[in-house]
Nanobody, 118 residues
């Protein structure tokens, strides 16, 4: 059974930094895209950033220039470096691995809380 385990969330002041990690345990299918999403209270889940198998990454406009997504060489761990955090970044952050074979279900982490206080 595959699990995505996230870590690195917490409470930080405005302007601070956090680094989220998400590691897959178990046997996973070849992964095409590794992504981070977030969901703030009362809002829909939104895509924050993703990195594709070829290394191309993309970001939501709200985090461009502040967040950086990266992965390890084994492609079983994805990171999200978050700098210059703002209160509006407060949310539960979820990692998501999308297999190359789209007939397979994607994998989701359990979520990690990020709270930014002013």
């Amino acid at each position: 059974q595959v699990q995505l385990v996230e870590s690195g969330g917490g409470l930080v002041q405005t302007g601070g930094s956090l680094r989220l990690s998400c590691t897959a345990s178990g046997t996973i299918f070849a992964i095409n895209v590794m992504a981070w999403h977030r969901q703030a209270p009362g809002k829909q889940r939104e895509l924050v950033a993703y990195i594709a198998s070829g290394g191309i990454s993309n970001y939501a406009d709200s985090v461009k220039g502040r967040f950086t997504i990266s992965r390890d060489n084994t492609k079983t761990t994805v990171y999200l470096q978050m700098n210059s955090l703002k209160p509006e970044d407060t949310a539960v952050y979820y990692c998501n691995f999308i297999p190359v074979d789209l007939r397979k279900e994607s994998y989701w982490g359990q979520g990690t809380q990020v709270t930014v206080v002013s």
